[in-house]
């Protein structure tokens, strides 16, 4: 902002700072409250800021105290709270010198210049005793106090009691004691270095290791455990009940406007080598996983960072757990919120790692895990060693990190392959590809003539690498001391000198660690990706190798700090170039902020053709280049260029944006090349295992820029891709792009020393580094500047509700409801914006209006959406109250219709119920009415019988008492006789019954096979139904086109006719008048007449023709379809299927039709043509009779 205020900014309030805290003790009474007021008392002593003796008299802003009186000043989530204006007014001094209370320190009032405004190192003239920083000559920085000043120069005392004398200019303002410890460094009155320095100082000390410095997050690295992490906090961020600086804080605000703004989110974590970016990221995917977990997939991805670690970090000097590639994760979320997948790329591992390590360095992790927590089974396997006996590991003699089990690492990252579905036999070809790379450093080499020749000797290491790559022993010597180079349409083999040897196996552990980390990371891919819905919504997580300045730096390090200082430039175009620019271009009021730009730097690095990687392409295509060749070229392009400096030798300096660093180009063009021959991966190709194949499809498979140079005459053209720094240069493009596609949000990590050790602040190395992070110009450009940005539309869209609910009567709002907010929305955006800052009460100096945009400061965007908040928490509490009402009115209504519909159905099922009950009954009255006739007429049978029996006994007893002995003798032979006839005539009638029984029984089977033959019949009735249908019908379409083909020659037979009797009579009638006329005339209409005569008869034998081949085919088509009926109908015996005849004769029958219909059609346009000739004709008879009766007139 260009216009100048009266007004230093806002105290606000200060969470970090302890409980027990109060201001009116800090300030030993000088500041009292009434009514809201805040004053500093007159007896207080206070400072000056004008070369006279004058004071400061702070008193509240009645406009502000009137403002925040209004709104509930006391809400902590108000950024309103705690705010107080100060306003200067001269007043003489009556303090007292020797007084030991702090005065508040205020800010000048004179702002003339820019300088002036933004300056916070304005000189203490004529201060007593007040506190300031003095940078000492060891270039640390010390809180002293001013005990007199004189003219320009003061004299200050030191915490150890020295005095010392020294310029005003030398001295820097210091901030009061209220204000040590602010966990936001826009807080500080006195934006400068040695303040920032010892803020976060005071916060490490405390354990307080994150710091926001207006939207970037500063981490310090602690060096140890602190109790910031787990489950508790996590809630507490996801809740919100702490407010602190913390990486929880900065994820849940990514993933709050993700959801909000439907915008994919980036966190961009970066700082210098063991600062704690790998840390960081593994917190901020933590948080991520607690907050959109669910799914299971958020257990995959943490599982990712132990797999990534022990293949791609290493320790250094710098670093115990240094990352040496460069990885964005981007996780996918949900529209739900959930993660749904995940995603990683990764960036420049560094194979030299592999073979060559430092002096205190490791290489990766796993080769050490792998050594130390293989099980015996797998160390048998493959001929596993401890790390001591590789040659890879043992060069830098470093082979354990203090703190950290390598073997329960190990396990860790066995579980973790386990976790992310790589399988065990995929695991156990993986462990085998890191044992043939330990085993390739301990292959040696022998020479074996004069001109240093070498062989491969076959020792342990040889063999080992052969049975684990699955290639032949022969294959694997060959291809580490010779090499095929074709020259013409020959094929040469040469020998290999030693050191060509060694670099040869080298080439091929690094070809094979890096092929292996690829694939790894694509089978990590693979998992996170499996089966997951992905909407678009996603929040990246940029872990990336930190700025590096090594004693020795080679390509590596020049590749990572090319990186950083494109994310360097991606940082500044968002907090500073971007930040202004839109500023300036919606016309607000602004004063510019001034920055260091590394545009200059990037520009070394890419311009073209005179940049540094064009000139590294360029010479590493040229066969006869070298690194110092390299190094000339480079002092010969760019000396002039401010950021570069050529030094000795193959040198050179270049200047980054976080200091100069010298790189030696030794090993550069190799490097870049990234020779490996074809014979290597021909090797590969050849092994008996799955994974080397792999690799060698994968390489061969590169052929996205043609080799030329060196590389062509080492036989690899085919086999070689980009050079490693174009590569690079177009993947840290592609990064940037989608950074550039996202809302970034930045967290800064700090080393505060370079000895890993915690509690050790060095300032000077902090300094540097909050230099290179641009911290104090972000601080700047946020206290002064409007972090927070909306459109016209959208802030009325979003906001104007609160607007209409607020200005509105309540019965307004009960007649038209809602219908409001589309008025709302119809009228101007920029009107409805403006009206509700107004009636919010919010000051003109906290926002500005620009031509599309509305902008704010810092807090103010808070009040309207904890208002806007509230008032949907209560349109909901309301809507569901009616919804409630609605649903209960709604079930009320239906219990009674269905207890309404349930009596119907009840009443008439219990109709139905009752109508099957009496016809029950009565049936049952029947059947028992029946069954008791049956059973009274049995019981009388019985009776009936039982009477005879006994009058027969009685009869018989009378007849033998009355006829005497003889009688009853005689009776009783007589009636033995009898009793033999009855049984016989009883066994008769059973065989009787029996063979009735069985009669009926055969009468049944032969009326059941009756009935079924009579079904059967009854199905062939049906079915020789259907077929005489179907007979019928085929038989009518073909007496039908039968019809139409008759009709159709008839009437050609008849109009041909017709034309031929026609002509005949013309012929004689003409035929007198034809010898009077001349000679050529008459032969002329002769030889067409016999023309037409001879193409008519031509057209006549057609049709006769086509007229008998109808009838012969009418005749065969007749008689094989009635053939056909009378198979089906039986009349006729044959081995053949009437219905598939019958449908073959069909098609046949449609074929010569078609075929029928065509040559008659063909027939036709003939005899139309005929027609027209006999036409043409008839024109020349005519016009011959007109001349012949003018030649007879004549």
Known sequence: ???????????????????????????????????????????????????????????????????????????????????????????????????????????????????????????????KKVQCWLQLSNGNWELVKIIRSSGTESVVSLPDGKVLKVHDESLVSANPDILDGVDDLMQLSYLNEPSVLYNLQYRYNQNMIYTKAGPVLVAINPFKKVPLYGNDYIEAYKRKRIESPHVYAITDTAIREMIRDEVNQSIIISGESGAGKTETAKIAMQYLAALGGGSGIEYEILKTNPILEAFGNGKTLRNDNS???????????????????????????????????????????????????????????????????????RQSNCYSIV????????????????????????????????????????????????????????????????????????????????????????????????????????????SIYSCLFDWIVEQINKSLAVGKRRTGRSISILDIYGFESFNRNSFEQFCINYANERLQQHFNRHLFKLEQEEYIQDGIDWAKVEFEDNQDCLNLFEKKPLGLLSLLDEESTFPNGTDLTFANKLKQHLNSNSCFKGERDKAFTVCHYAGEVIYDTTGFLEKNRDLLHLDSIQLLSSSTCHLPQKFATQMLTQTEKPAVGPLHKSGGADSQKLSVATKFKGQLFQLMQRLESTTPHFIRCIKPNNLQSPGLYEQGLVLQQLRCCGVL??????????PTRMSHQKFARRYGFLLTRILLTWEWCIRYGFLLLENVASQDPLSVSVAILHQFNILPEMYQVGYTKLFFRTGQVGVLEDTRNRTLHGILRVQSCFRGYQARLYRKNLWRSITTLQSFIRGEKSRKEYAASVHRHRAAVVIQKKTKTILARNRLKTTIDAAVVIQSFIRGWLVRRCSGDLSLLKSGGTKTNESDEVLVKSSFLAELQRR????????????????????????????????????????????????????????????????????????????????????????????????GTRSMSAGLSVISRLAEEFEQRSQVFGDDAKFLVEVKSGQVEASLNPDKELRRLKQMFEAWKKDYGARLRETKVILNKLGSEDGSIEKAKKKWWGRRNSTRMN
């Open 777 to 786: 110009e972000v601080v700047r450009i946020s206290r002064s500047g409007f």
């Open 403 to 510: 703190g950290v089990n390598d073997a329960e690492e190990f396990r860790i990252v066995v579980e973790a392959l386990d976790v992310v579905h790589i399988s065990k036999e995929d695991q156990e070809s993986v462990f085998a590809m890191l044992a043939a790379v330990l085993w390739l450093g301990n292959v040696s080499f022998t020479v074996i003539d004069n001109e240093n020749h070498v062989q491969a000797v076959e020792d342990e290491g040889l063999f080992s690498v052969a049975k684990l790559i699955g290639c032949d022993i022969e294959d694997l010597k060959f291809t580490l001391t010779t090499r095929k180079m074709k020259v013409g349409n020959d094929n040469i083999v040469q020998k290999l000198k030693l050191s060509q040897a060694i670099d040869a196996r080298d080439a091929l552990a690094k």
């Open 996 to 1091: 009735v029984l069985k009669a009926e029984a055969a009468l049944r089977e032969k009326e059941e096979e009756n009935d079924i033959l009579q079904q059967r019949l009854q199905q062939y009735d049906n079915r020789w139904s259907e077929y005489e249908l179907k007979m019928k019908s085929m038989e009518e379409v073909w007496q039908k086109q039968m019809r139409s083909l008759q009709s159709s020659l008839s009437i050609a037979k008849k109009s041909l006719a017709m034309d031929d009797s026609e002509r005949n009579s013309d012929a004689s009638v003409n035929a007198s008048d034809d010898r009077d006329y001349s000679w050529d005339m008459g032969g002329n209409h002769r030889r067409q007449e016999s023309n």
């Open 1 to 127: 902002m260009s216009r100048t205020s009266s007004v230093p900014p806002a105290f606000q309030s200060i969470k970090s700072l302890p409980p027990d805290f109060k201001v009116a003790n800090n300030l030993n009474g000088g500041l009292s409250s009434k009514n809201g007021d805040v004053r500093l008392r007159s007896g207080d002593p206070v400072r000056s800021s004008s070369p006279a003796n004058g004071a400061l008299v702070v008193e509240v802003s009645k406009e502000v105290h009137n403002c925040a009186s209004n709104m509930d000043v006391f809400d902590e989530d108000s950024p309103y709270s705690g705010q107080v204006r100060l306003l200067e007014e001269d007043r003489p001094s009556n303090g007292d010198e020797d007084s030991e209370s702090v005065p508040l320190p205020l800010s000048s009032n004179s702002t003339s210049t820019r300088e002036s405004r933004w300056c916070d190192t304005t000189p203490y003239a004529s201060k």
């Open 323 to 393: 990352s040496r590639f460069g990885k964005l994760i981007e996780i996918h979320f949900s529209e739900t919120g959930k993660i749904c997948g995940a995603n990683i790329q990764t960036f420049l591992l560094e194979k030299s790692r592999v073979v060559q390590c430092n002096e205190g360095e490791r290489s990766y992790h796993i080769f050490y895990q792998l050594c130390a927590g293989a099980p015996p089974s797998l160390r048998e396997k493959l001929n596993l060693r401890s790390a001591e006996e590789y040659k890879y590991l």
